[in-house]
């Protein structure tokens, strides 16, 4: 089959268009034809090689896809050639094909293209694995969700929305603001640094219950003045430095903050499944609905896979970017 393949680590003229031999399914798998997958900020790592693969996956870059059910293994029953599905990766969506566990399938809504079904698996099981199994997120609660327009943030802001809770966004351009008040922010605040002034006054002083960081170092001091009593702060990214010093511990003591380390690729394969069957059931359906919608910035043919690489790099983007299979 033709994949995506690197040549070594480094830039993005490291990934080319080349021949990778065809996955064969276990019996309690299925194999794919893919149409479409996503970039995901862990692709740009990996081609670097700051991110290696899980022990067993494949080095084949790709962490979702949308495609066609085109082979069963002798064990699986719930799915049939032919069916629209899409899926969490461990690696593996730069590809025609892909070998995945039937369990952690999800059926594409009819209603949805393969280019959008490309964009919900990632973004939204990151979002709701944080806000929902680690966040304890209810409808009471207040979050602070950095860079709002990225692919994480739209999904994160459409999801406390339809769980009843406030959302507070910060974004880098009146764009961007202006595209997450669309999908339901409540506030959004523009800029980098010096937000947790105003974050306490938009909460009288009480703070925020949750944040939802991808950002890091450069917003540590903020986040922890924004945080509340008993609060969380879920770290899922760190494109502003990954080292912190003077960490305040009696300050977390004494307001009782919790600090999460947080990666969806990392976790057990059995978690992965049990949080895909949960979010199928509880939140496909809002899809159907336009509760709920995935936002997909730019479609690039898969061999032009080195500029959408370096589209993502420039930061530019409003939600997911896709790349479109061609088998």
């Known amino acids: 089959m033709k994949a995506i393949l690197t040549n070594g680590y480094g830039g993005t003229d490291v990934l080319y268009l080349g021949e990778h031999p065809e996955p064969v399914p276990k019996e309690n798998e299925v194999k794919v034809r893919i149409k479409a997958t996503a970039l995901n900020r862990a692709d740009l790592l990996q081609r670097q090689g700051l991110y290696p693969p899980p022990p067993g996956a494949t080095s084949i870059i790709g962490l979702e896809m949308a495609g066609v059910i085109e082979e069963v ?13 899409f899926s969490l990766l461990p690696g593996g969506g730069y590809a025609e094909k892909v070998t995945v566990p039937a369990d952690l399938l999800m059926p594409t809504p009819v209603e949805l293209s393969d280019v959008e079904g490309a ?23 207040t979050v602070l969700v950095h860079a709002g327009a990225s692919g994480v943030g739209t999904s994160a802001i459409q999801l406390i929305k339809q769980m009843g809770a406030r959302s507070i966004v910060t974004v880098r351009s009146r764009e961007k603001a ?40 450069s917003y540590w001091q903020d986040n922890l003045k924004s945080i509340s009593m008993g609060g ?32 969806l690729r990392s976790q057990p394969e059995e978690e992965k499944i049990n949080l895909s069957q949960e979010f199928a059931r509880t939140m496909l359906p809002h899809f159907k609905t336009g509760n709920l919608r995935t936002v997909v910035d730019r479609v690039f043919n898969w061999e032009d896979v080195q500029e959408a690489h370096t589209y993502m790099e420039r930061n530019e983007n409003i939600g997911k970017i896709i790349l479109k299979v061609f088998s």
């Not at 064990?75 to 049939?80: A, D, E, F, L, P």
């Not at 944080?130 to 209810?138: A, E, K, S």
């Not at 640094?193 to 009480?206: A, Q, R, Y």
């Open 73 to 85: 293994g002798s064990q699986v029953q719930n799915w049939k050639i032919g069916d629209r599905v």
């Open 119 to 141: 964009a919900i698996a990632e973004t939204y099981l990151t979002a709701y694995l944080n806000l929902v199994w680690i966040g304890g997120l209810t409808n009471e609660k």
């Open 178 to 217: 202006e595209f997450c008040r669309s999908l339901g922010a409540d506030v959004v605040l523009i800029g980098k640094e010096g937000f947790s002034e105003e974050i306490l006054n938009l909460t009288d002083n009480h703070g925020v219950d949750l944040i939802l960081d991808c950002v890091g170092a």
């Open 232 to 263: 969380k702060l879920i770290v899922i990214g760190v494109m502003g430095g990954g080292n912190v010093e003077n960490v305040p511990l009696m300050e977390l003591i004494k307001r009782r903050i919790s600090i999460v380390g947080s990666s």
